[in-house]
């Protein structure tokens, strides 16, 4: 009787082990340990500060790959062949962080789509790239007269400014 037991409570183990493990592969994600988290309702975590270069940011993970440390941006929502522009400039600036705060380059970043992940190797001509588009956007901001930089129907209707926005699209318009 406890032999039958004791084999029950290995199997149950064995499965729960293997349902893991299969849980982990569909993350598209390294095995990696997490070093830092800003998800799923734990306390969340300090953002990251390079006062320096007026960037403030909070990756959703922070992973230590072989020592060095990946920052990963999850979009659980997205399906693209190819990652979005913003997308990748936004986890530049979480590579750009974790060089200032830890003295350290990261070698890349993760981007995690619904379906797949993608990797962004962080070289100086991305530094310099992410740094270039900070400073636009900050001659932008000072602008009083911004244009729209979209032609996106759902995108302006969603915007907080929709209403008082003069350049906003609507759906006759289209």
Known sequence: MGVTIDLALLMLA???????LRLRRATGLPWAPVTYQD??????????????????????????????????????????????????????????LVEEVEGVA?????????ERTFRLDYTERLRDQLLDLLDEMRVALADANCDRSHDDL???AGCGFFEQCD???????E
């Open 154 to 156: 759902r995108r302006c």
């Open 14 to 20: 064995l499965l729960i082990g293997l349902w893991g």
């Open 39 to 96: 998800t799923g309702g734990h306390t969340p975590e300090k953002p990251l500060i390079a006062r320096r270069l007026g960037l403030v940011g909070k990756p959703d993970y922070l992973l230590n790959v072989r020592g060095a440390t990946v920052p990963v941006e999850v979009k659980p929502g997205r399906r693209a062949e190819r990652p979005y522009e913003s997308d990748l400039m936004q986890l530049a600036a979480y590579c750009v």
């Open 167 to 173: 350049q906003a699209i609507e759906p006759a318009d």
């Open 106 to 114: 990261p070698p890349h970043g993760l981007l995690r789509y619904a």
